[in-house]
Structures are given as C-alpha cells and as structure tokens.
C-alpha cells in the first residue's frame, strides 16, 4: 500500500469514525475540502471543522439535499432563500482566528437562526421527519446533537459522557489501524468492512448508554427508513446546496 493510499484510507475512517464526535461545520477548514456550500447527508462544510456541540443548524444542513428538501415538502426556491440568511453567519465562522469563545456565540446565534427557518418553512410534522432523517443519517452520533438529544429526554451531562466514549473509541480505532499498516484496506471491500465494523461499534456503544424508553424514541423519531443519495468520498456531487460526503453518506462531522 503506497503512503498515500494509506494516508486517504486513514482520513476517510478518521471521518467516518469520527461521525461519533461531535465535531462539523463553521469552524477551521484544515484543507481536505473546500467550503462547498450548505450540505445535506454528506454536505456542509469541508473535514476538520469543529464548533461546539452540534444543533438546529446541522439539522437544517440536511436541506442542502434536493431528495431531503422533497421529502419535506420544501422547494429549491425556498431552499435558497432561506440558506442565504445563513451566509453571514457562516462567513464569520470560516475566520481561522476566532477565539473558541466567540466561535460558540456564533454558534449558538446560528443554531439560533436554523430553529427559526425551520420553524418558519416546515410543519411541525414535516420538522419532525427532519429531524428522523437526520438521526437515520448520522447513525451513532445522532445523540450527541442537542436537539436530537432533546426528543428523547437525554440529559446534557449524558450527553458528555457518551460524547467522551465515542472519542475514546475512535481514538482506539485510529491506533490500532496505524499499527496494523492499513491492513485490510487494500481494496473498496476490505476498507468498507472496516467503516462497518467502526459504525457497528459506535452504535453498540450508544446503546449501551441509552435507556430502553430513549432507544424507543429514537427509533420512533427516525420514522420510516429513507434511502439516502450516494456520495463519492473526496469529492462534493449533487446538485444545490454542494454536497459530497465520506464514505456511507453520513453528515460531515457534527458541530453545530
């Protein structure tokens, strides 16, 4: 396996693990990809992007994609209207020097903002089948976003705590995937079974930490299973809103 290879097959478990984390748009842009514009599963703004415990804005980030807008009722015209009131605040957060503090504030005004677009544009049934995608799209990490949080009576210290297992496992995962060389991500099959076997532990661990009325709701919140759109690793594909994902479609990180 070429170093480079090697290096793609890391940042891509990196991103996929790492949809366990908290961690997404509107924050440092280390490089690995461009801004790209509001994305839905799979779009938003560019890997390595941290801001602060994810919300209303990652949610709203779904309408990024033509197929979820559809299956909420909301039209591109719609759609584009309303991101623009996004931009600004956006814009601030792609500034490298902000201090961590006033990175939340502008986090918070953003999730601030997303609630009251979704609240405007969608019924409050439509809103909740936003919010069911979005837990079916980000899979394990769906709890750690506080409005998801929110519907099923998870406390925030909760939160925290399995926030701090999921790190701790993708950090285990990523040691044990260097010291293995790679090993098994070779080819498209054997780097699949790896994210797979990433995502099945996440999601083990989540529900270990989740009592039986809390794993009830979310799966009653996720409502009808939807087949998401494919998304190319490394690359932004799709219509309005620019989106591109990691592998499996998820959400790019979790941060706002």
């Known amino acids: 396996m070429t170093f480079r290879l090697?290096?793609?097959?890391?940042?891509?478990?990196?991103?996929?693990v790492s949809s366990a984390i908290a961690q997404e748009e509107g924050g440092?842009?280390?490089g690995q990809r461009g801004q790209g514009g509001q994305g839905g599963p799979g779009g938003g703004m560019g890997f390595g992007m941290r801001q602060?415990?994810?919300g209303a804005s990652s949610i709203f980030?779904?309408?990024g994609t033509a197929e979820v807008r559809k299956e909420v009722g909301v039209t591109d015209e719609v759609y584009e209207t309303v991101s623009k009131q996004m931009t600004e605040i956006n814009e601030k957060l792609r500034n490298r020097e902000l201090s961590e503090e006033d990175r939340k504030k502008l986090g918070e005004e953003a999730n601030t903002k997303a609630q009251e677009i979704m609240d405007e544009i969608l019924t409050p049934a439509k809103l909740k089948r936003l919010k069911g995608l979005y837990a079916q799209q980000s899979q394990a990490r769906a709890v750690l976003n506080t409005v998801i949080a929110k519907e099923i009576s998870l406390a925030d210290d909760k939160r925290a705590e399995i926030e701090k297992a999921l790190t701790e496992l993708t950090e285990k995962n990523m040691e044990s995937f260097r010291q293995g060389g790679g090993q098994g991500?070779?080819?498209p099959g054997g780097f699949q079974e790896i994210m797979a076997k990433a995502?099945?532990?996440a999601s083990k661990l989540v529900d270990s930490k989740l009592s039986a009325d809390q794993k009830k709701a979310l799966e009653e919140l996720k409502g009808e299973k939807f087949k998401f759109p494919e998304r190319n690793f490394g690359g932004g594909q799709g219509g309005r809103g620019g989106q591109g994902g990691a592998p499996g479609g998820r959400p790019r990180g979790d941060g706002n």
């Open 6 to 16: 090697m290096a793609c097959m890391t940042l891509a478990l990196t991103v996929f």
């Open 28 to 30: 440092r842009q280390r």
């Open 52 to 54: 602060g415990p994810s």
């Open 61 to 63: 980030r779904m309408l």
């Open 185 to 187: 991500a070779g080819g």
């Open 199 to 201: 995502q099945e532990e």
